[in-house]
C-alpha cells in the first residue's frame, strides 16, 4: 500500500485503529476536528487548575484485547483501579493519549466529506490509498455519503445525548445517596487517584429523556438547572459553587448499534462503538477489525466502491461500561 492511511477521529476507535497498523509498518495520518484526542475519554481542566473527567467516568476490561491495553497502560502509570472501574490517571483523557504518543493527528482539522477519486480517496485535498472513518454514526452517514453500503449502515444506528455539568465547591459534600430529577448520573472527580482532594469536584449526567427534550438549549441555560439538581443530591448550596460548567455530548451513547464491528467497502472502512455497543472495549474492538480490514487488503485489488459491505463477526461481549 502506498501513501499513509487517513484516519478520521481520534477518539478510542480512531487511535486504535492508527496504533494497529502503524505497528504493522502502514504509515497514517489522523484528523481530529477537535483541540485534543480521545472522544469522550475526557479530561477538561480549566485555566484556574480544576479538572474534571466529564465524559465517560470509567471503564471496565469486558473483552480480551481490551483488558491487555488497560493492563499495558496501568503498568506504564496511565491507568488505575478505582471505585470498580479502571480510570486514566491524571484524568481519562490519559488512556487515549498513551494510544495517539508518535502518531501524526492533525488537530483542529474538520473534514467534510470522503470522495472517491482516481488511485484512492480524496480528504481534505489530498489523495489516500485507504481511508478509516470513526466518526460518530450520523457524521459518519454525511462523510461517506458517496460510499451507499457505509451510509445506510451508520444511519442505521441509533445514538443518544447526553447534558452534562462539571461543578466545584469550596465545602466538602457528602455522597449522593440519591439523585434528584434529572440528574441519572453524579462522579466526584476530587476523591479519584492522583486528583487534586480540593475543591470538591462533581461531574453529573443528566437523564437521556431530560436531554433529549433540552438538546437545543444553550449551555447557560442548561447549567443551572443540572446545578441545582446536583446541589440538592449532595446537600449543598448552589450559589456557592465555584465552577458550574455544561457540556453537551450529541452523541453520547449508541443506543442501538448496527452489530458487526466494522464496515469496510473496498479500502474505505467505517468503525467506532455506533457498530457493536456502547462500551469503550466496543470502540477498541471496532478500531482492531478496522485496521485488520485494511492490512487484508494489502496486495489485493485497488479500491472500488461497492454497494456491499464486508462484515467482520463481533466477537463476545460482556460487562459495561459506565455513563
Not at 504509515?27 to 480544576?50: C, D, H, N, Y
Amino acid at each position: 500500500m502506498k501513501g499513509p492511511v487517513a484516519i478520521i477521529g481520534a477518539g478510542l476507535a480512531g487511535l486504535t485503529a492508527a496504533r494497529t497498523l502503524t505497528a504493522a509498518g502502514v504509515p497514517v495520518i489522523v484528523f481530529e476536528k477537535s483541540r485534543g484526542v480521545g472522544g469522550r475519554l475526557a479530561t477538561r481542566r480549566t485555566r484556574s487548575g480544576l479538572d474534571f473527567d466529564h465524559g465517560a467516568p470509567g471503564v471496565t476490561p469486558d473483552a480480551a484485547a481490551f483488558a491487555d491495553f488497560l493492563r499495558a497502560a496501568t503498568a506504564a502509570g496511565d491507568a488505575a483501579a478505582f471505585d470498580g472501574w479502571i480510570i486514566g490517571v491524571p484524568g481519562m483523557s490519559a488512556l487515549p493519549r498513551s494510544l495517539a504518543t508518535g502518531l501524526d493527528i492533525r488537530l483542529e482539522t474538520s473534514v467534510e466529506a470522503v470522495a472517491p477519486v482516481p488511485g484512492g480517496w480524496r480528504v481534505n485535498g489530498e489523495t489516500f490509498p485507504a481511508v478509516i472513518c470513526t466518526a460518530p454514526a450520523p457524521q459518519t452517514a454525511r462523510l461517506c455519503g458517496a460510499i451507499p453500503a457505509i451510509a445506510r449502515a451508520a444511519a442505521s444506528a441509533r445514538m443518544i445525548p447526553c447534558w452534562t455539568l462539571m461543578a466545584a465547591w469550596n465545602s466538602d459534600a457528602r455522597r449522593a445517596e440519591s439523585l434528584t430529577a434529572p440528574l441519572a448520573q453524579a462522579v466526584r472527580i476530587s476523591g479519584r487517584p492522583q486528583r487534586a482532594p480540593a475543591p470538591e469536584r462533581w461531574v453529573a449526567h443528566a437523564a437521556p429523556d431530560w436531554t433529549l427534550a433540552n438538546l437545543e438549549r444553550a449551555r447557560e441555560d442548561v447549567a443551572p438547572v443540572l446545578l441545582a439538581a446536583l446541589a440538592a443530591s449532595l446537600d449543598l448550596d448552589p450559589g456557592a459553587a465555584i465552577r458550574a460548567e455544561a457540556h453537551r455530548w450529541r452523541y453520547a451513547r449508541v443506543a442501538q448499534p448496527v452489530g458487526p464491528p466494522c464496515v469496510a467497502v473496498g479500502d474505505i472502512v467505517a468503525a467506532g462503538d455506533w457498530l457493536l455497543g456502547p462500551n469503550a472495549s466496543d470502540a477498541h474492538a471496532s478500531g482492531l477489525a478496522a485496521a485488520a480490514a485494511i492490512l487484508s487488503r494489502q496486495g489485493g485489488a485497488g479500491t472500488g466502491v461497492r454497494d456491499t459491505a464486508t462484515r467482520t463477526a463481533a466477537p463476545p461481549r460482556r460487562g459495561g461500561d459506565a455513563e
